[in-house]
């Protein structure tokens, strides 16, 4: 398995940036994806996941700090998964990282400041 994140750079308050995390490895549409953020000297956090699309369609779920600004989503004809994070706040500087069940992406440094 193999998940490779890209997007990540500078911008500042109020910018957006969209993260994408190509997969290969594994059967991408049959697995739930997330995203988290590890900013520094704290915790991993989840920001947001999404499941497999079923016929009502994928379900999403956002960390309350997120909720309103970004937007996940996947594209399972080209095994990657998007994180579309608009509204920028210096507080949303981290590395962010794709997960799916027990693997990690390298990781993507997004960095908020003025």
């Known amino acids: 398995v193999q998940l490779v994140e890209s997007g990540g750079g500078l911008v500042q308050p109020g910018g957006s940036l969209r993260l994408a995390c190509a997969a290969s490895?594994?059967?991408?549409?049959?697995?739930?994806l997330s995203w988290y953020r590890q900013a520094p000297e704290k915790e991993r956090e989840l920001v947001a996941t999404i499941t497999t699309i079923t016929t009502g369609g994928a379900r999403t779920y956002y960390a309350d700090s997120v909720k309103g600004r970004f937007s996940i989503s996947r594209d399972n004809g080209k095994n990657t998964v998007y994180l579309q994070m608009n509204n920028l706040k210096p507080e949303d500087t981290a590395v962010y990282y794709c997960?799916?069940?027990?693997?990690w992406g390298q990781g993507t440094q997004v960095t908020v400041s003025s």
């Open positions: 997960h799916t069940q027990s693997y």
């Open positions: 490895g594994f059967t991408f549409s049959r697995y739930v």
